[in-house]
Structure formats: structure tokens, C-alpha cells
């Protein structure tokens, strides 16, 4: 089925992960929620991708309270931090949130505090197991090879996706590179 693409935001709010060039030093602005409802209910689609390279959670949850009527899903990119509570969690998929494409990165908590992704191992394994729980498909992003990354740190990454691989329907992974 067709999924239409939506940006929300102009850029990313984080703006702190060491690797990502996406938001080009753009100013994070957030795009009015009642035309986005408008856009979305003039389409008659079905299944939507909010494009955002980050969703902060009070505009998540804006988000689904503008879109829990319209009978739609949805699907994001998020970071998997402790504050995504499994009742967030659970409004975001009654709202109907069905994939998170979550950027985990790493298994390690010194690759991740050198990527400056603002999360750890013990947290980002909680937040998939409540998703997974309240009945959201898990997707997660890993990159291998950041600068200084050992084999045993590796080896932590591929360890903490066994640990979850219940609760992880797909591993997206990539090699780091660096960007312009």
C-alpha cells in the first residue's frame, strides 16, 4: 500500500549527534499540525511516514492527538530515550503509530556518548521492549566503524541486538562515513 511521505518540522530539534550532517545548521521550526490534518484527510490515503530526522516527544504526542481520529497509520524515526514511556508509547500507537525506525547506533555506552546520541544501552533496550509490548514494529538503525570503536565495543552492538532480537523486527545497519 502506498505510504505518503510528511515533514512536520524544518529540521532536526536534537542537532547533537556527532554524525549527522542532515539538518545543514538549518533552524529547527515545527509546520502548523491543522493544515498537516489537512493535507493528510485531502490525500484519502491510509498510511503515513513522518520524515522528521527526530520527533521530540510533546510533538509526538501533538501529533497523535491530531491524528487519532482519522483512522490512519503512521510511522517515524525517533531516537529511543527513556522519556518515551510505555504509556506514551501506547497513545502513540492507539493513535495509530505502527513502525518506529529507531536510531540506536550503537550496544556500547562509550560509542554512544562519543556519537552524542543522548542515550545508553539500559534505557534504549527498555524503550524497545515497551514498544514492542504495546504493539509497535521495532526497525533499528546501527552504524559500525565510528572512529575509535573497538572490536569488543562491536561485538557489545551485536550482543544487545541478540539480548533484543524479540522485540526488533529489522536491522537496518550502515558503516560510518564522514560527511561533507
Known sequence: KPVIPIKT?????????????????????????????????????????????????????????MIKDLNVNWMCQLRPTIDLTKNILQQLYDSGLKIIIWGVESGNDRVLKLIRKGTNV????????????????????????????????????????ERNKEYISLVSTSVFGVHK
Request: charged content about 25%.
Open 9 to 65: 518540522s524544518s529540521s532536526c530539534f536534537y542537532q547533537l549527534c556527532a554524525f549527522c550532517s542532515h539538518h545543514g545548521k538549518v533552524k529547527y521550526s515545527e509546520y502548523d499540525l491543522d493544515e498537516i490534518k489537512q493535507i493528510i484527510i485531502n490525500s484519502k490515503a491510509k498510511n503515513f511516514f513522518f520524515i522528521d530526522d527526530m520527533i521530540s516527544t510533546k510533538r509526538l504526542l501533538a501529533i497523535s492527538e
Open 122 to 161: 539500559k534505557d534504549l533496550e527498555v524503550v524497545l521492549k515497551n514498544s514492542f509490548e504495546v504493539g509497535i514494529t521495532n526497525v533499528t538503525y546501527i552504524m559500525f566503524g565510528f572512529p575509535t570503536e573497538t572490536e569488543e565495543e562491536f561485538m557489545d552492538t551485536i550482543n544487545m541486538l
